[in-house]
């Protein structure tokens, strides 16, 4: 099979599924984010494993699908925590509906998503479960310490790594994982591939970290500079508070620390000081060192080649994106 027939897997799923039902004001919201775009890395993710050690991909629909909703589920309620107006160029939950709806919708939604794990083989259900809940609380964990950060003047790059891995890499490993498991694969595969998508994971963020300030709004589908205007700790805003002098680093901890009535001009000056320190270029070098580090992973994992390749493409698609 090639990459694509993956993803073209993947969207099908997702264009067939639906969930009708009473009240529509639960159902309505929960059917408009999950067919609202998105680039079906997880389920693909997930199926590609289940190929790579020997099984049908069919074994890896219900997972696949179940890892994806549980995704989505997060996004509507980050987007609340964020007061995020935009989710790929179309307006969120929460905004097109109130937020009392979006955080109901996104439970029942995270309900859903628990239900497709189930659906697995019963030889591997309590694997794919436990694999699941950990994966679930790991994301609670990342989310709270990315809150958390939010109200701290300084947090170090170590910190910031474990947030990520946290709130954003450990679910493309589980995905990776989840499809080992359907397929039978031994712990020190599962392991690997794992270890894979954990590294990949954070190239991904930061490279997302990256695209937030520098990517094409058109193409990017979020505004330009959110996370500044949040004051998020991104590893551009930290590597530049390590690389700056004296005035770069007060000028930017006062700039995140106080509330402004222009975002356009707190953006700028941000991104003023992070060109000076070339934080642009070293972003994407570190994302590189992360990727070829989930490479030498992937070399590792005893499966033929010819399917190794599909992961190895499927990452060089994600750290090179525009979106």
């Known amino acids: 099979m090639k990459l694509?027939?993956?993803?073209?897997?993947?969207?099908n799923l997702f264009a067939q599924l639906n969930f009708p039902g009473e009240p529509k004001g639960l159902?309505?919201?929960?059917?408009?984010?999950?067919?609202?775009?998105?680039?079906?890395?997880?389920?693909?993710?997930?199926?590609?494993?289940?190929?790579?050690?020997?099984?049908?991909?069919?074994?890896?629909?219900?997972?696949?699908?179940?890892?994806?909703?549980?995704?989505?589920?997060?996004?509507?309620?980050?987007?609340?925590m964020d007061n995020a107006p935009l989710r790929r160029g179309q307006p969120t939950v929460f905004t097109k509906?109130?937020?009392?709806?979006?955080?109901?919708?996104?439970?029942?939604?995270?309900?859903?998503?628990?239900?497709?794990m189930t659906r697995v083989d019963d030889a591997h259900l309590r694997k794919v479960m436990e694999l699941y809940h950990t994966t679930v609380v790991e994301v609670c964990k990342g989310q709270q310490y990315d809150m958390d950060f939010e109200h701290r003047k300084a947090v170090s790059l170590d910190e910031y790594l474990e947030m990520i891995r946290l709130k954003t890499a450990v679910l493309p490993a589980a995905c990776l994982k989840a499809g080992g498991i359907?397929?039978?694969?031994?712990?020190?595969?599962?392991?690997?591939?794992?270890?894979f998508g954990l590294l990949l994971g954070l190239a991904f963020q930061i490279k997302d970290d990256w695209l937030d300030l520098y990517g094409d709004f058109e193409k990017f589908g979020?505004?330009?500079?959110?996370?500044?205007?949040?004051?998020?700790?991104?590893?551009?805003?930290?590597?530049?508070?390590?690389?700056?002098?004296?005035?770069?680093?007060?000028?930017?901890?006062?700039?995140?620390?106080?509330k402004t009535e222009n975002p356009e001009n707190k953006i700028a000056l941000v991104k003023d000081i992070f060109g000076k320190l070339q934080i642009e270029r070293l972003a994407l070098v570190e994302a590189e060192k992360l990727f070829q580090g989930a490479l030498g992973k992937l070399k590792e994992v005893d499966a033929p080649q010819s399917k190794k390749e599909l992961l190895h493409e499927l990452a060089q698609t994600l750290l090179s994106r525009e979106v």
């Open 182 to 195: 359907v397929a039978g694969a031994s712990e020190e595969n599962l392991q690997l591939v794992y270890d």
């Open 27 to 80: 159902f309505e919201p929960i059917n408009y984010s999950i067919k609202n775009g998105g680039k079906r890395m997880r389920p693909v993710l997930t199926m590609l494993s289940a190929h790579l050690f020997g099984a049908e991909i069919e074994k890896a629909y219900n997972p696949a699908i179940g890892l994806e909703l549980f995704h989505n589920f997060t996004l509507i309620h980050d987007d609340i």
């Open 97 to 116: 509906w109130n937020i009392n709806t979006a955080i109901l919708s996104g439970d029942a939604l995270f309900a859903l998503a628990g239900e497709f």
């Open 4 to 11: 694509h027939q993956f993803y073209t897997t993947a969207n």
């Open 222 to 258: 979020k505004s330009n500079g959110g996370d500044i205007l949040a004051n998020k700790k991104t590893w551009l805003y930290i590597k530049a508070l390590e690389l700056a002098d004296q005035n770069h680093y007060q000028a930017l901890t006062q700039t995140y620390s106080s």
